[in-house]
């Protein structure tokens, strides 16, 4: 394998545009970071208002979606005390994030990139990251 | 002093879109970053193209300025081997940068935060850098 | 005691021959590491679509299984809430890996490196690792 | 920017093998590494009788190669007192090298990853280093 897909600025902004949208449309001021096919962020913004603890959570969001291919909601069924990936939030110095609101993006089925959403509960969060992942 | 002056994420996007355009101009895909008076980041993009080390650098390059009310440049010939404040690279956990990109964001005279660019040589991210703070 | 065994470049090999050639029988495509006698790195890899978020899991896994002399399925047991070494994971630099995957090394009897698998489930991560630990 | 060229796992292993026959003909056990064009390793072996201290080295020199698209010999000129990159090192949580052994990979003209090489001085390292990125 050569050749892979990957997140460009453009649509780096228009994953967080639409994010933005939703996050306003919930009344949840939010952090919301794109990560490109590497795991190396493209863009981040912090909505004025948003938790400034949650910048690194959100960049860490969406690097764990890439990393691991998978939803950081789903991760966290797997990663809690007695499942299989109980512990796995101490690898990648702390970089993994295993509560919701990161999501891989995709494009033609393939993951290309991920996003992540932190400022509000886990539904809310998750709920603008999957309207980002939509806007890609 | 209760009332602080800061960065909104509009005036963030602002300060980036001055920068992007002058990085296009000179033709070096840049990292760049802005902080708000807390030293915290408010929003990032990465050019295509640009340099996947430099995300980390663009954002602590913007921390740098506003810890410091300094720029990068101007911090870089205080921290060499012999002046007076060598070694201060080491100090909040790797976050200060010592060479030219960084530069304090200014409203009516007075600090507001930070931007950071990293991309291209010293001189190109100054550059950019100063276009940037000028969008403000 | 002044003479210890452990893994030579050639014998890592085998390792991750034979557990990349059983990641493929599953078809769960992995990051494979082996660690010698001294818990050093000796050689990894990262199979084409492998999570990169799992290379670092690898290298710990394998190190985790060498440090304890223990496989991390074993250990996981013992370091979860309410267990003798519940916390364990903290230690060593966040290096210690409390989830399937890694197997010590042995000859004749005695320890002599680790190896790693990540990039499946805890159940594929122990297949491959175990049948990477048989190609000794 | 949405596709991007990389380095697979087959070219990772060439890489290796080229820079390990350059390593035995020079006499100088030496650690390998390759990253891919997200800086993600992708291989990495370490020849018997190798510094354990050049594991992490190796593996960094091809993150800075990459993350930097220079070699790291390159970089060192920019990085020292007085240059412009100076306290780069400081960077990216202490992964930047600025020592020679780090080298960029290209196919037709682009960076697709990088090859970091450590264990002998740093002339030997950049012999072994250019050898192994001419085997791609």
């Known amino acids: 394998m050569t050749t892979i897909e990957t997140v460009s600025l453009d649509e780096a902004r228009r994953v967080i545009e639409a994010g933005e949208k939703k ?8 952090n919301i970071a794109v990560v490109d096919h590497g795991g190396n962020l493209v863009a981040h913004i912090r909505m004025d208002d948003a938790w400034i603890g949650s910048v690194d959570i959100s960049i860490n969001k ?12 789903d ?6 005390p007695g499942a299989q990936f109980f512990g796995i939030s101490g ?10 609101g990161g999501v891989p993006l995709y494009r ?5 990139g991920g996003v992540g959403v932190s400022g509000g509960s886990g539904e809310q969060d998750q709920t603008v990251a999957e309207a980002a992942a939509a806007g890609l």
Do not use: C, H, W
Request: charged share 20%; proline share 2%; aromatic share 8%.
């Open 23 to 30: 996050a306003r449309d919930i009344g949840q001021p939010s």
């Open 62 to 73: 969406a690097f764990t979606a890439r990393a691991f291919d998978i939803t950081t909601q």
């Open 75 to 80: 991760l966290a069924e797997n990663a809690g």
């Open 91 to 100: 690898s990648n110095q702390g970089r993994v994030m295993i509560f919701a």
């Open 108 to 112: 033609d089925g393939k993951v290309v």
